[in-house]
């Protein structure tokens, strides 16, 4: 397992990066690197592509990745992909929407303390 990806909220709403290559909406996220633990991969891949810090709260592994859950901080530079604010799944996603059950929920509980 050396994939992350991180959920992260502003209220209820949280980010979510457009791949070109993939065609669809995802969470920002990518390959833990040799040297790096899953907090720092989170925040840099974050980082890369939304061009948002994001503050992690908690982690944990589902459908074979590291999945972590975040407040969303301040952009502070062009990502690599176009961004957006969602409250629910969209309908054009990068991979099976299979893989996210349960993800939204988690990162929920995770940040807020409820659903």
Known sequence: MNTVYTVA?????FLMVHSPKRNGWEMPGGKIEEDENIKDAAVREYMEESGH???IISMTQMNGCHV???FLGEKVKDGEFTTKMFRELPADLSFERSEYYGVLDWARHAVYGHD
């Open 9 to 13: 909220f502003s209220g209820p709403l």
């Open 53 to 55: 810090r994001v503050r």
């Open 68 to 70: 972590c859950a975040a």
